[in-house]
């Protein structure tokens, strides 16, 4: 069984930065696709952006240019750099990873908070 642990998340001052970790419990370069999303109060869970197989990234045009995800296989980890924060980027943010062998799996971290204010 996969295991994602998140870790990272806090109160920052707008402007601010942070970065998230998300270790998983074997060999990320098995997985294909490795994301981070996030949910606010009130609002549908989001795709914040990813990390496919390969090294392309995407992100959320909301993130573009202040956030930068990558990867260190080597210590099974993900990361979510975050830049330039600010208080609409307050949410759970939640790492996903998908595993394509016999069939799609996709596994799921249990979130980590960043909160953003003054």
């Known amino acids: 069984q996969v295991q994602l642990v998140e870790s990272g998340g806090g109160l920052v001052q707008p402007g601010g930065s942070l970065r998230l970790s998300c270790a998983a419990s074997g060999s990320i370069s098995s997985f294909y696709d490795m994301g981070w999303y996030r949910q606010a109060p009130g609002k549908q869970r989001e795709l914040v952006g990813n990390i496919i197989h390969g090294g392309t990234t995407n992100y959320a045009d909301s993130v573009k240019g202040r956030f930068t995800i990558s990867r260190d296989n080597a210590k099974n980890t993900v990361y979510l750099q975050m830049n330039s924060l600010k208080p609409e980027d307050t949410a759970v943010y939640y790492c996903?990873?998908?595993?394509?062998?016999?069939?799609?799996?996709?596994?799921w971290g249990q979130g980590t908070q960043v909160t953003v204010s003054s």
């Open positions: 996903k990873a998908v595993l394509l062998v016999l069939g799609y799996h996709e596994y």
